[in-house]
Nanobody, 125 residues
Framework: QVQVVESGGGLVQPGGSLRLSCAAS????????IGWFRQAPGKEREGVSC??????FYADSVKGRFTISRDNAKNTVYLQMNSLKPEDTDVYYC????????????????????WGKGTPVTVSS
């Protein structure tokens, strides 16, 4: 089956960096949309970034700090997170879909069909 597995989360101090990975299996991600979302208890789910054949997209909250990319040889999508803030603390998930873009200052994936289990990110001093 189609599967995505997130990794790379952890504890980092404010201003630090992390690189999250979304490794795909069962399909070639090159021609799919892949989105990164984050959610924590009491908070609304937020699409922070996505990548598709149309390009790369970012939520207002992370623009200029996060960079999404893909390595087709490794069938993996990355989210490089720099200048991390405490409000970035969340569980981060990746999801597959058909298309993606920006709606209301957040990224969204259309035709979303699979979510990973998530990788937690904690930004704290």
């Amino acid at each position: 089956q189609v599967q995505v597995v997130e990794s790379g989360g952890g504890l980092v101090q404010p201003g630090g960096s992390l690189r999250l990975s979304c490794a795909a299996s069962g399909f070639t991600l090159e021609h799919y949309a892949i989105g990164w979302f984050r959610q924590a208890p009491g908070k609304e789910r937020e699409g922070v970034s996505c990548i598709s054949d149309a390009g790369t997209f970012y939520a207002d909250s992370v623009k200029g700090r996060f960079t999404i990319s893909r390595d087709n040889a490794k069938n993996t999508v990355y989210l490089q997170m720099n200048s991390l803030k405490p409000e970035d603390t969340d569980v981060y998930y990746c999801a597959t879909g058909r298309f993606c873009g920006v709606v209301g200052g957040r990224t969204t994936v259309y035709g979303m069909d699979y979510w990973g289990k998530g990788t937690p990110v904690t930004v704290s001093s």
